[in-house]
């Protein structure tokens, strides 16, 4: 690792070497969200300096939290993957995304949604991914370029990266589906203010509405 230890003999000591440098958390973002090849990252995480995430995916293999498969047959292309160790990080990385969330309302100056960002935030909103077992509900959320899956069905809810065959409510939406999240734009003002556009039946976005949820935290300033 290229940074420094702590001196302490602490679990958080020890993740923080590990997961707090500059990009990691992303890179296990990316990752949490499924494999990817080299390429899928660089593309996913603009601004990243390609010598920095080799340095980082290969101190999370060393690390045994990071594993890569390596070409054969057609494939040309190395793919990474999170670990079963690297899987323990998923709900440290959600609690994480869930806090910082609690604190945006709004975008900062040329800050982009990401698939993985959105597919990890939907997730989030979530939560322990419970509902009624005769909910059997496909939604497909849109923001700008990028596309991310909901499925309610068979008491859980499921959620992904890209699109999904023959959704049940296409959710187009902006910045305020943030607000949304957060419960406070209720979906029939989201629907008539044109916060989101939807294709399908719109009693659906009720539904979705009401089941995912990332609130403001406490005292947050509204701007940042």
Known sequence: MTNQHYGQFCGLARAAEIVGQRWT???????????????ELVAGLPGIPTGTLASRLK?????????????????????????PRGEELGPALDALSRWGAGGMRTPRAGEIVTTASITAALRVAAGDGVVP??????????????T???????????????????????????????????????????IATGAVQLEGDPALFQRFADTLRVPFSVNVPAVG
């Open 148 to 190: 991310a899956h909901v499925i309610m069905s068979d008491g859980v809810i499921v959620v992904g990266a890209g699109p999904v065959e023959k959704p049940d409510l296409v959710i187009a939406a902006g910045p305020h589906i943030r607000d949304v999240l957060a419960g406070e734009l209720d979906a029939p003002t989201a």
């Open 25 to 39: 958390l992303l890179i296990l973002r990316d990752l949490s969200v499924g494999p990817r090849r080299y390429s």
């Open 59 to 83: 101190e999370l293999e060393d690390q045994g939290i990071v594993e890569r498969t390596l070409p054969s047959g057609a494939e040309r292309s190395t793919v990474y993957a999170l670990t």
């Open 133 to 146: 077992d005769d909910w059997d509900t496909t939604y497909e959320v849109r923001v700008g370029d990028v």
